[in-house]
Nanobody
Framework: QVQLVESGGGLVQPGGSLRLSCAAS????????MAWYRQAPEKQRELVAD???????NYEDSVKGRFTISRDNAKNTVYLQMNNLKPEDTAVYFC????????WGQGTQVTVSS
């Protein structure tokens, strides 16, 4: 069983930056594929970025070059650095851990608005 707690969301102006963190409890964090998803109002949840146990990364096209996912296995934490934020990035961002099962955090709100 893995428990995930996200933090770092908030209100930011267009062009600004935020860093999301997701702290995981339980053992074997380094073996999990970790991911960030987001869900905007009245839209389906979508994958933003993921990172495998081997540190291979994958990004949704609209965030390539602006967002960076990384992990610190010593801290059981995955990060999402978000730069040059746009209003269309506004959503609840969820952390996900996947190996034999799939685990979700409670989400953190990101609002990009002037």
């Amino acid at each position: 069983q893995v428990q995930l707690v996200e933090s770092g969301g908030g209100l930011v102006q267009p062009g600004g930056s935020l860093r999301l963190s997701c702290a995981a409890s339980g053992s074997g964090f380094q073996l999990y594929t970790m991911a960030w998803y987001r869900q905007a109002p009245e839209k389906q949840r979508e994958l933003v970025a993921d990172i495998t146990a081997a540190d291979r990364t994958n990004y949704e096209d609209s965030v390539k070059g602006r967002f960076t996912i990384s992990r610190d296995n010593a801290k059981n934490t995955v990060y999402l650095q978000m730069n040059n934020l746009k209003p269309e990035d506004t959503a609840v961002y969820f952390c996900n851990a996947k190996r034999f099962g799939s685990y979700w955090g409670q989400g953190t709100q990101v609002t990009v608005s002037s």
